[in-house]
Nanobody
């Protein structure tokens, strides 16, 4: 069974930085995409950043220039470096993996990021 475990969330002041990690374990083959999404209370889950198996990245407009997604294929791990955090970015951050011939989708349990003003 494929599982994702996120870490790195916490409390940070506005303008500060955090680095999130997401480690995938289990029988993973043909990894297609890993990414980060976030959901604030009362809001829908939204894309933050994704990275494909080929290394192509995609970012939400609101985080471009401040956040950076990267991966370590050998460790099946994806990272999200977040700089210049804003209070409105307080949310649960979730990791997602798409893999396999049928594009199976797996979500992590989330890690909470709280940005104080």
């Amino acid at each position: 069974q494929v599982q994702l475990v996120e870490s790195g969330g916490g409390l940070v002041q506005a303008g500060g930085s955090l680095r999130l990690s997401c480690a995938a374990s289990g029988s993973i083959f043909r990894m297609q995409l890993m990414g980060w999404y976030r959901q604030a209370p009362g809001n829908q889950r939204e894309l933050v950043a994704t990275i494909t198996s080929g290394g192509n990245t995609n970012y939400a407009d609101s985080v471009k220039g401040r956040f950076a997604i990267s991966r370590d294929n050998g460790k099946n791990t994806v990272y999200l470096q977040m700089n210049g955090l804003k209070p409105e970015e307080t949310a649960m951050y979730y990791c997602k993996l798409i893999y396999g011939w049928t594009a199976r989708e797996v979500w992590g349990q989330g890690t909470l990021v709280t940005v104080s003003s």
